[in-house]
């Protein structure tokens, strides 16, 4: 009941950073960041030329290549941008909270080697598809669907990366197990909870995408195996292609909890709720992929409306954390002196470029939480199923919620890991709402379209024998409104690079704040010990997993066989489509001036 | 100014997608509003928030400020 | 932090702000699905439907 | 564990959120009768499409009053038959499957949208109504031409529709 109660932080760390502090650990994080910065400026750049592309206003490339620049979009933005920059913030949480210091960085450098090759491996074959340079290629989409065949460097590429994740998250584990040892009856640090449950669900469903990538696809683009069934790997991947969104968000939920309230000037106003957010994501996120999937056949009904319950419940540990977040802010807001039923809302300090872009990143998840809901409804999903209207979501959620928070928290860490001042506040502010105002005019123009049938993930979405008709306007003005937003969120990235780059280009100072996060309203104590028992809610989400998915997969086999009902591979290899490709752009550069000064 | 400058920069921020959406909700309303002249009142309507912002206030500060962040 | 200008503690606190925007935010959400369900989905024309019904 | 009112609220409005989505779905399914594509369809070989004999030869079969079944195949980068030539005021049911790798089958401006999986035959049944042409677009990714790829079902009013025959 306690007001004062809360967070295990400042025992040992008054007025000290984290790179004071903990500097091993500090050198490993900076360089997490920097590998998800790379990865975002590429990624963001690809969406660009896509934008630009669809639009059909400046086309750069072949229609042919397009899917070569999407499959980098997706994977470098999706996997690569969101967990590095998850492994540099689950460092920070689990050293900072349990107050020590990883048991031993050679092994904490290993896993980021691991997943910085695996990395590198896999973007090998997907750059191979822009050239006709190189023999190779892997134009299949983050998703990857067989029989769509990549290079087997691809697949081996993505396992080690995974196999990376893994033995990071054995190191957090290891770090929680030492500290558990020197302190038998103390609760589990909120940040540390929130990393070991987010674990949970991720060992859990990262070792479905492992096995269809190590048993099927890896052996089968080697030759091994003739042919795959078709469903299956693609069932194995939505598996683990929908906890992974919870992957990506729950390193946001976690500077939602710890991070927001603190630059709000206030406090977390529920430890206990946290908690059980982040229990139920590790019950609840992995019994849910078929909701992907409402339109396959093969898959019966039955099964599909199961998957459907279990999404629909998913929404309450995000609708409880908008309730705690929210009061959270309003806490600050008041102490500031904010007050009336909306009026604190001017209390808040919207100076703060990491307040400010998390805010706004939670405003738009909300937006997001509605489209959201409506992919979660069984039936109606033959109205938006691979329209735009999907990819409209995924901008807001990955794109924003996710993006946008990772930005602003980088203005707070970046100097707690580096020991440099932030370069400049005011940039950085301009760039976090240029990037809100960039995606609300691209996203709500890619619902609409969705809406009025608009496919995702094609080069040109104008055809021969008809037109698409918009309800309202023209698909002119929607696709004004996509580039004009692609455009501004382009600018907004690279001010983001160059607010990144120049300070790490600065001095250090010693005059920074120390490191540290928000203190709760009602803290541990208020939450009962049951919450605390990992190995039970492991064994209730295993359990659901099993009923979610024993059925259909044992029916998809039934059906169809382990290997398939036949069908050859359908490689993705630059060779095969000589025809078509070697009339395309080799380089980038050749057309470029052309098609610049074409459009002007 | 009424509200500080960090203030009237999320202020404006908000009220793209709220012009934006107004004339898809018009639009449904039977009330058509072509994107020139969305761009325009767009333009009245920011205009005159940032009048507003700037004009002499109440002598109320906005109790925002620089914190370390 | 140097900006707070008072301390307000676990029970003293209502977040009266909170539960009104969440409120609206929970009136959108109820006539937006309303909308997108009932008009935009079973309104629209090709609507699948089972062979036995 | 001590939660606040006005969150406990907050809990039980979310509770009715939920169960108010579900219950719309479920009257979709049972009062308005929108029904899932499903796995009631035995798999089959993409290989041999050529020697089945529904897929051998694509094409659009009267099967009862104002009742047609329409046997069709996606591929890189086509579908079969093209145009798809349907009667107004009738009931048509899609069988569609793929002879590679995966597509869709989508109806512009309509909710007639679904997977076609290689091994797999999706069925779905509509209702058409009014004279028209529809475009049919394959909205998954399926290789370089993807973006090539479309077809056209073409509702024709009662007096004009004939089905072709193969002599």
Not at chain 1, 79 to 106: Q, Y
Not at chain 1, 414 to 438: D, E
């Amino acid at each position: 009941m306690s007001a004062e109660t809360g967070s295990a932080t400042g025992v040992a760390s008054e007025g000290r950073t984290y790179i004071d502090q903990f500097p091993g650990e500090a050198r490993l994080v900076r360089t997490a960041f920097w590998s998800s910065f790379v990865a975002l400026g590429i990624g963001g750049l690809m969406g660009l030329v896509q934008v630009l592309h669809r639009a059909d206003v400046l086309r750069v490339i072949d229609s042919t290549d397009y899917y070569a620049v999407l499959t980098l979009h997706g994977v470098l933005l999706a996997l690569t941008f969101t967990i590095f920059f998850l492994v540099g913030i689950f460092t920070w949480a689990i050293t900072t909270s349990l107050d020590r210091g990883l048991e031993d960085l050679r092994f904490t450098w290993a896993w980021y080697g691991l997943m910085a090759g695996g990395t590198a491996l896999a973007a090998i074959p997907i750059l191979g598809g822009l050239t006709d340079a190189v023999e190779m290629s892997a134009s299949v989409l983050f998703t990857f669907y067989a029989p769509l065949q990549a290079h087997p460097l691809f697949y081996l590429g993505l396992a080690l990366f995974v196999v990376g994740t893994w033995l990071a998250g054995l190191d957090w584990i290891r770090s929680y197990l030492a500290w558990r040892r020197e302190n038998p009856d103390e609760r589990i640090p909120l940040p540390t909870f929130m990393v070991l449950t987010t674990l949970g669900f991720w060992y859990l469903s990262s070792l479905g995408v492992a096995l269809a990538v190590v048993v099927f696809l890896l052996p089968w683009s080697l030759g091994i195996w003739e042919q795959v069934n078709p469903l299956l790997t693609r069932t194995m991947f939505w598996y683990f292609g929908h906890p992974v969104v919870y992957f990506w968000l729950m390193p946001v939920y976690m500077m939602w909890y710890l991070m927001l309230p603190k630059v709000s000037g206030g406090k977390l106003f529920s430890d206990p709720l946290a908690r059980v957010v982040f229990v139920l994501f590790l019950v609840l996120s992995t019994p849910t992929g078929i909701h992907h999937q409402y339109l396959d056949p093969g898959i019966a009904e039955g099964f599909k409306f199961i998957a459907m319950t279990n999404t629909m419940f998913l929404l309450l540990p995000s609708l409880l954390t908008a309730f705690t977040v929210v009061a959270s802010m309003e806490h600050g807001a008041r102490q500031r002196g904010g007050t009336g039923t909306f009026g604190w809302l001017r209390a808040l300090p919207w100076r703060d470029p990491v307040f400010t872009g998390m805010a706004l990143a939670g405003v738009m998840f909300a937006a997001a939480g509605f489209s959201g809901m409506v992919n979660a409804g069984m039936n109606i999903n033959y109205l938006v199923h691979n329209t735009f209207w999907i990819v409209g979501h995924f901008h807001l959620t990955v794109g924003t919620a996710v993006a946008l928070t990772f930005m602003a928290v980088t203005y707070w860490f970046l100097p707690q890991v580096s020991g440099k001042r932030l370069w400049n506040r005011s940039v950085a502010l301009a760039q976090v709402v240029l990037w809100f105002v960039g995606m609300v005019l691209m996203s709500n123009a890619m619902h609409r379209g969705g809406l009025d049938s608009v496919p995702r993930r094609t080069a040109e979405p104008q055809y021969r024998g008809f037109e698409i008709e918009p309800t309202l306007g023209t698909m002119a003005e929607l696709d004004a409104q996509i580039v004009l937003g692609g455009t501004i969120l382009f600018v907004s990235l690279v001010l983001f690079l160059v607010v990144v780059v120049m300070t790490g280009l600065g001095d250090r100072v010693d005059d920074l704040p120390a490191n540290e996060y928000a203190e709760t309203l009602s803290g541990p104590e208020d939450a009962p010990l049951v919450l605390d028992n990992l190995k039970l809610w492991v064994g209730i989400a295993v359990v659901l997993v099993v009923l979610a998915y024993a059925l259909p997969l044992a029916a998809i086999v039934d059906r169809g066989g382990l290997f398939g009902p036949g069908g050859s591979p359908f490689p993705v290899f630059v060779g095969c489509l000589e025809p078509t490709v070697s009339a395309s752009v080799a380089f980038l550069g050749d057309h470029l001036p052309a098609a610049v000064s074409g459009w002007w | 100014m009424r509200i500080s400058p960090a203030g009237l920069l999320v202020v404006l921020a908000f009220a793209v997608p709220a012009l934006v959406q107004a004339r898809t909700v018009l639009a449904f309303a039977g009330v058509h509003v072509s994107p020139l002249q969305t761009v325009l009142i767009g333009l009245l309507v920011l205009t005159a928030v940032v009048l507003w912002a700037v004009a002499p206030g109440s002598g109320t500060e906005a109790p925002s400020e620089p914190n370390g962040g | 932090m140097s900006s707070i200008e008072r301390e307000i503690g676990h029970d003293e606190y209502d977040p009266v702000g909170t539960l009104a925007l969440i409120g609206l935010y929970f009136l959108l959400l109820v006539v937006l699905w309303t909308f997108t369900y009932f008009v935009e989905f079973l309104g629209g024309d090709l609507t699948v439907v089972g062979t036995l019904l | 564990m001590n939660v606040h009112t006005y969150e406990k609220v907050w809990l039980g409005a979310a509770m009715v959120l939920i169960v108010f989505f579900i219950a719309s779905v479920t009257y979709g399914a049972i009062g308005a009768g929108v029904a899932m594509v499903d796995d009631s369809e035995e798999t089959i070989d993409p290989d041999t499409l050529g020697e089945d004999d529904r897929f051998g030869d694509p094409r659009v079969e009267q099967v009862g009053d104002d009742e047609y079944e329409v046997y069709a195949v996606a591929r890189t980068f086509v579908f079969q038959p093209d145009p798809i030539e349907v009667p107004e005021d009738s009931t048509v049911t899609f069988y569609i499957t793929s002879g590679d790798v995966i597509h869709s089958f989508s109806v512009v401006g309509t909710n007639a949208n679904v997977m076609v999986i290689p091994g797999e035959v999706a069925t779905m049944t509509v209702e058409v109504d009014e004279p028209g042409e529809y475009g049919i677009v394959c909205n998954e990714y399926c290789g370089p031409g993807h973006h090539d790829m479309e077809g056209l079902l073409v509702v024709q009013p009662e007096d004009e529709f004939e089905l072709e025959d193969d002599e």
